[in-house]
């Protein structure tokens, strides 16, 4: 399941600085996460960097994208062909 940003963004851009995957991004009122990119930090983190490092808990699970852990590792790879995940 990726992750999404809520209205409580105070637009810190703390969460951006974290992804490993290039899937935040400055929206035009709060962050925004590309569901295509999110792998809930599987294969970067053991849990995701975005909600721990967010001061408002702005960044939650989106339930409109469910995906299994295999299936986010899966997007891992293609986004990060060649590479070894540190955390699967």
């Known amino acids: 399941m990726a992750y999404k940003i809520t209205e409580e963004c105070i637009s810190c851009g703390a969460c951006e ?11 035009e009122e709060v962050y925004v996460i590309d569901s295509d990119k999110c ?26 994208h469910v995906e299994s ?5 899966a997007k891992w790879h293609r986004l990060h062909p060649g590479e070894t995940p540190v955390f699967t």
């Open 69 to 73: 852990r295999e299936e986010l590792l």
């Open 39 to 64: 792998t809930e930090c599987v294969g970067n983190f053991e849990s995701p960097k975005c909600a721990q490092i967010c001061p408002v808990d702005a960044a939650v699970l989106d339930s409109d």
């Open 17 to 27: 600085e974290e992804c490993k995957n290039e899937a935040i991004s400055e929206g």
